[in-house]
C-alpha cells in the first residue's frame, strides 16, 4: 500500500503559492524560485491550466497566474488536478479493479481510511498562513 504524494504535486502546490505572493508571475522567474526548469514547470502546471486554475501567456515574458480565486482552492483540488482522481476504484491489496462482489478483508477500512484523508485535504485550504510556501 503506497499513501504518497508526487514530487509534481507538491511542485504544483509550491508554485501556487508563490503565485499567490506575486499575482503574475513569468514562467523562468517561478521555474527559479522553485529550482526547476522552465520546461519542468510547464509541464506541473499544464493540467492546472487546463483546468482552468491557472492561465498562461507564451512568449518571453509569458507567464501564469490565478484564473480563479485560490482562497477557494484546497490541497485535494491541487492533488486530483494535479494527479487524478484520489478514488480510481482500485483494490488496495492487488494492483486491479476492486471486485466489488468480492470485498478484500480491508475493503470496508480502507473506504473509510481514503474518506477521512480526503475529506480532511478537502478541508485544508491551498492558501493558509501557517502554510504557504
Not at 28 to 48: K, M, W
Not at 88 to 112: F, I
Request: proline share 5%; glycine share 10%; charged share 25%.
Amino acid at each position: 500500500m503506497k499513501l504518497i504524494i508526487l514530487d509534481r504535486t507538491d511542485l504544483a502546490v509550491r508554485a501556487l503559492r508563490h503565485l499567490a505572493d506575486l499575482d503574475d508571475a513569468p514562467s523562468r522567474e517561478l521555474a527559479e524560485r522553485l529550482g526547476t526548469s522552465s520546461g519542468f514547470l510547464t509541464q506541473i502546471l499544464n493540467p492546472l491550466v487546463q483546468a482552468g486554475i491557472l492561465t498562461s501567456s507564451r512568449g518571453p515574458g509569458g507567464g501564469y497566474r490565478f484564473g480563479v480565486d485560490p482562497a477557494g482552492l484546497s490541497i485535494l483540488d491541487v492533488i486530483e488536478t494535479v494527479e487524478g482522481p484520489t478514488d480510481d476504484g482500485r483494490c488496495v491489496l492487488q494492483d486491479a479493479e476492486c471486485p466489488r462482489q468480492e470485498l478484500c478483508a480491508m475493503h470496508d477500512a480502507w473506504v473509510s481510511a481514503r474518506g477521512s484523508l480526503t475529506e480532511t485535504l478537502a478541508h485544508t485550504p491551498l492558501l493558509d498562513n501557517d502554510t504557504r510556501r
